[in-house]
């Protein structure tokens, strides 16, 4: 299983952004799909989470400003991302609980990460 992210670059504080992250491989079922981030020399952290059902938790500092959607479908997730600021400037990673073994047998998958760069 693999999952390819995309849609990160350049933006000015202001801008929008949207990133993408398809999932590919032997694929059952998915559970919940999300984006992380981690900016230089702090921790990752969880940006918005979306479950099967389309249920969305959001961290604090993007509510109003990003929001997290699928297509179950095309195995795929999306963060829209407006009103960018410098502080959002990250490496954007998405997640996906994906079983391939069992319908129920979710495992945590990670994508490379795509870079978000907004400057002032």
């Known amino acids: 299983v693999q999952l390819q992210a995309s849609g990160g670059g350049l933006v000015q504080a202001g801008g929008s952004l949207r990133l993408s992250c398809a999932a590919s491989?032997?694929?059952?079922?998915?559970?919940?799909m999300g984006w992380y981030r981690q900016a230089p020399g702090r921790q990752r952290e969880l940006v918005a989470t979306?479950?099967?059902?389309?249920?969305?938790n959001y961290a604090d500092s993007v509510k109003g400003r990003f929001t997290i959607s699928r297509d179950n479908a095309k195995n795929t997730v999306y963060l829209q991302m407006i009103n960018l600021n410098p502080e959002d400037t990250a490496v954007y990673y998405c997640?996906?609980?994906?079983?391939?073994?069992?319908?129920?047998?979710?495992?945590?998958?990670w994508g490379r990460g795509t870079l978000v760069t907004v400057s002032s």
């Open positions: 997640n996906a609980e994906i079983a391939s073994r069992g319908w129920y047998d979710f495992r945590p998958n």
């Open positions: 491989g032997t694929i059952l079922n998915i559970n919940r």
């Open positions: 979306i479950t099967s059902g389309k249920s969305t």
